[in-house]
């Protein structure tokens, strides 16, 4: 079970990286306009709708690499408190109530939506229009890739109901990597646990 | 058995539904009544700890069908219809929405910042910079994380960073428990409120304001909260020295070179008298004129780069007028081509009010040549493109000097002889250290600030030359890190390029300086971007940036998801509330309360500060700010002044106990006998000052509002 599990969380997670690489690509093509615009004084009308896009394929294709890796937003008042299985009932129910009627009918939408567009050859509105029915087939395929990814979840749910705790999950880069952060200042676990003198020092003298 | 810390959010939530029960009409309830149960509902249902994003998804949806039914009598398909058809249309309008664009720009902005790995450089010259000031190393820290905390905006890794760097300083200087967590915490949170700012970004995109308002409005706020903070720790510092001991003799020596040292003992104390002497021959021979020249160079830095600075003004000021006019009007061809293109991807059948938000970025800088400019268009077009062509030297004489540039100019003379009269070697030494820390991240922070609150530049387009800023920054710190063959040998490479790539740059300065008459030729500028495009490869293999750029990578994505999948699903919600009739309602009992403007005011910040509790800024902004917006004219309020006030108001939501994030990162790195408590009991009066700066904008909204009225008349 658990193989199933990896197996979805790492196609995920894979799309959603490949797709994260469109923000170097937006990074470069608003410096290369920026130059060309201001400095050469040769605007571009397509790129606009191109940076929109790449933004567009970027938040959207990295939906289930987020919820693959825990990374959507919680409200944190009491999640954090409760015991594993507690939060996994919740989450359990909730997935049922909120997420798979709302992604099931986004991913349908997504797909008359972007079968519509398809139909008429869209293009964008512009004096050199790019395609834009492959922009809406993001829609039902993130939509897919966030459902895939919801089951997987309901699955661990499940999981950890009968465990008592979450199974787990394959690493990634975080935020906040405290490890790596007190290796790049330098800062090894003894420096602060001798701080401590200080800190008991101080508390003595009042 | 409950544990103590659920209590708080269980009771919160009682409250809520209590309130909701009480409130809600149950004998007649209208569609209206169910929109406010729904956001009654949804808080609920938030604090339950689902990702909000589904949360707000799956309920919008509900009651958006529930809403289409009511209407069609009963036909469930057409409602169903029209509820995908929402959901989908929603889901796209965020997809090509043009503000939320820079997120994931300023984002990997930070994290590429973040890994330069500059702070614990930046934090270091500035403690000693700042030696002399009571309470040093607090201040210090406290600059050392605005600074920081603007440049990358993640509140988590800048906590971490320095209360794994300047938490360990300021124990080991003697600084009380409390204070220092406070100053982490509270420093860290900095990055919220001063632009660029994500936070700003996601209000106006909520609330239709145009981003580079926001950004000039928040400017002084931000500087005057973290003036605030710093004015407070010096009263402290000054009040009780036990809480901040000033910093020991040993602490503020600083190691001089071999070289100035050397001169320093034997001719001077003073950079550049000596210097000058030292050049002149009276000096040991071990010492180069290589070295001296450079150490003359750098010192001479400040005073070259006011004037050249000095030296443009002066040409953009009194050049005549015609001349003017060509770069007025270039501005404007761009602007206007953006314009232009901006609204092609919006379908024309968009359900959504376009925002005014584009307004602000394409109004030309306020100033008075390009008032003049835009008159002159309109009366002669012609004569501009002969005055282009014309050579410089047939150009009409240029006008004379405005006298408020000679104020400036003395000014700034006497500033730099007191600067050049105290510059000493040690000084020296402090310069050097804040040059190669300090200098760059500021400068590439007031750039990309500078040009879009000079209308030059979108955000979406500042912020993405910030991240190759930002790019760029950390190649040359990671550089920096290798064995110095290896930096002098990429050096051979990475100079040509820039140098190349600089022409074009400095070319097309001096063009719209008027120092060159023609613009950089295009072969010239393709050749520029080419080295760029080189120099970035090179740099990723040279500096080893690939791990650094991939991980960024992987972060903004995972960010831009979080931030803008919760846009997807409040832009559902919002429409399914707008739907039902809930903001009717909201309106209509709101202003039956014939409450004063003022008043309003306090109610609209002191529900925002509660919500801020058991809820995220994100969550706040994206589902309460669309009920406070349109109350907003009823009052005669500016949702800019607003937006202001929620910002710094959300400021204390990351302070406030017992879920401030802030905290808990800075307990992650502290000695173990450092408690929450301790750290809670020193955010609290860092919350004090955050509520007075509060009042202290609304009393004088000018403190916001003077920038951007100044700048966008």
């Known amino acids: ?206 | 058995m409950i544990r103590k810390e659920l209590w708080f959010g269980f009771i919160l939530m009682a409250i809520i539904l209590a309130a909701v029960a009480i409130l809600m009409p149950w004998s007649n309830m209208t569609n209206g009544h169910l929109g406010l149960l729904m956001l009654g509902l949804v808080v609920v249902a938030i604090m339950l700890g689902f990702p909000t994003a589904f949360t707000l998804m799956g309920m919008g949806m509900m009651f958006a069908f529930f809403a289409y039914w009511s209407r069609s009598d009963g036909h469930s398909e057409r409602a169903l219809q029209q509820t995908l058809d929402l959901m989908v249309q929603s889901t796209f309008g965020v997809m090509r929405n043009d503000v939320l664009i820079s997120i994931p720009l300023f984002v990997f902005m930070g994290y590429l910042v973040e890994r330069a790995n500059l702070v614990s450089k930046l934090f270091k010259s500035l403690h000693i910079a700042l030696a002399r000031v009571p309470g040093s190393l607090a201040v210090a820290t406290l600059v050392t994380c605005a600074i920081f905390a603007t440049a990358t905006g993640i509140v988590g890794a800048v906590v971490t960073l320095m209360g794994l760097l300047a938490l360990p300083a300021m124990l080991k200087a003697g600084y009380d428990v409390r204070l220092s967590a406070g100053v982490i915490t509270a420093g860290g949170c900095l990055g919220i409120l001063i632009p660029p700012s994500v936070l700003l970004i996601v209000y106006g995109a909520t609330a239709g304001v145009s981003v580079p308002k926001l950004y000039a409005g928040a400017f002084f706020p931000g500087l005057m909260l973290a003036g605030l903070y710093i004015l407070y720790v010096i009263i402290v510092a000054k009040w009780k020295p036990h809480l901040a001991p000033p910093l020991s003799a040993e602490g503020r020596v600083v190691e001089l070179p071999a070289a100035t040292r050397e001169i320093n003992d034997t001719i001077g104390t003073r950079v550049f008298p000596s210097l000058l002497v030292a050049l002149k021959g009276k000096r040991n021979q071990v010492i180069t004129t290589k070295e001296l020249m450079k150490e003359l160079w750098i010192s001479l830095a400040p005073l070259l780069v006011f004037i050249v600075i000095m030296g443009l003004t002066w040409n953009a000021l009194t050049k005549p007028n015609e001349i003017q006019d060509v770069s007025g009007l270039e501005q404007m061809g761009a602007v206007s081509a953006t314009e232009n293109t901006s609204s092609s991807l919006a379908e024309p059948p968009g359900t959504e009010v376009k925002e005014p938000t584009a307004g602000g970025v394409e109004e030309p800088p306020g100033t008075e040549p390009a008032k003049e400019a835009s008159i002159a268009k309109v009366a002669e077009p012609v004569v501009e493109k002969i005055a282009d062509k014309l050579p410089p030297s047939t150009a009409p004489p240029r006008d004379p000097t405005p006298k408020s540039f000679w104020i400036v100019f003395a000014v700034g003379m006497t500033g730099l002889v007191v600067f050049y009269a105290i510059f000493t070697y040690t000084r020296l030494e402090i310069f050097k250290m804040l040059l190669t820390s300090f200098f760059p991240l500021s400068v590439m922070i007031l750039a990309v600030l500078g040009t879009i609150l000079f209308g030059l530049a979108t955000p979406t387009e500042a912020a993405a030359v910030g991240s190759l800023g930002g790019f760029v920054l950390a190649s040359v710190y990671l550089l920096l890190t290798q064995p110095r063959e290896k930096i002098m040998q990429a050096a051979k490479l990475w100079i040509p390029l820039w140098v190349v790539f600089l022409v074009s740059v400095f070319w097309f300065i001096f063009y719209k300086s008027e120092v060159v008459a023609s613009p950089p030729t295009e072969w010239m500028g393709v050749l520029s971007m080419v080295a760029f495009g080189i120099w970035a490869v090179v740099a990723v293999i040279q500096a080893k940036m690939l791990a650094t750029v991939r991980e960024s990578t992987y972060l903004t994505a995972k960010t831009s998801a979080m931030v803008c999948w919760l846009f997807v699903g409040s832009s559902i919600f919002s429409a399914a509330f707008a739907l039902l009739g809930g903001q009717v309602i909201v309106e209509n009992w709101v202003l039956s309360l014939g409450l004063t403007p003022l008043q309003f005011m306090l109610l609209a910040q002191f529900i925002i500060f509660v919500l801020g509790w058991p809820l995220e800024w994100t969550e706040i902004i994206v589902i309460f700010m669309p009920i406070f917006i349109p109350l907003l004219p009823k009052f005669g309020i500016d949702p800019l002044f607003f937006g202001l006030l929620v910002a710094l108001n959300l400021q204390t939501a990351f302070l406030s106990p017992p879920v401030a994030m802030a905290a808990f990162y800075l307990k992650g790195v502290s000695p173990p006998h450092v408690t929450l408590n301790q750290i809670f009991a020193g955010m609290l009066p860092f919350m004090g000052i955050q509520i007075i700066a509060i009042i202290l904008l609304y009393v004088f909204p000018a403190i916001g509002m003077w920038l951007p009225e100044t700048l966008y008349k």
């Open chain 1, 1 to 206: 079970m658990q193989k199933i599990l990896i197996g979805v969380d790492k196609i995920s997670t894979w799309v959603g990286q490949i797709c994260a690489w469109s923000v170097v690509g937006l990074t470069f093509l608003i410096g290369w306009e920026v130059f060309s615009r201001y400095v050469l004084n040769t605007p571009h009308g397509w790129v606009l709708d191109a940076q929109i896009m790449l933004y567009g394929v970027l938040f959207m294709m990295a939906g289930a690499y987020t919820l693959s890796k825990n990374g959507h937003v919680r409200g944190d008042v009491l999640y954090s408190f409760f015991t594993p299985r507690t939060q996994a009932t919740l989450d359990l129910i909730l997935y049922f109530v909120f997420f798979l009627p709302g992604v099931i009918a986004l991913t349908y939408a997504g797909w008359t939506f972007f079968n519509d567009s398809l139909k008429i050859n869209e293009q964008t509105f512009s004096a050199d229009p790019l395609p834009l029915y492959p922009f809406k087939f993001v829609i039902p395929f993130a939509g897919g890739l966030l459902l895939m990814q919801g089951l997987v979840e309901i699955v661990r749910c499940v999981i950890c109901i009968r465990q008592g705790e979450w199974p787990s999950r394959i690493a990634d880069v975080e935020e906040v990597d405290v490890a790596k952060l007190k290796e790049m200042v330098d800062v090894k676990d003894e420096d602060i646990a001798a701080l401590d003198k200080y800190v008991v020092a101080a508390g003595e003298k009042k």
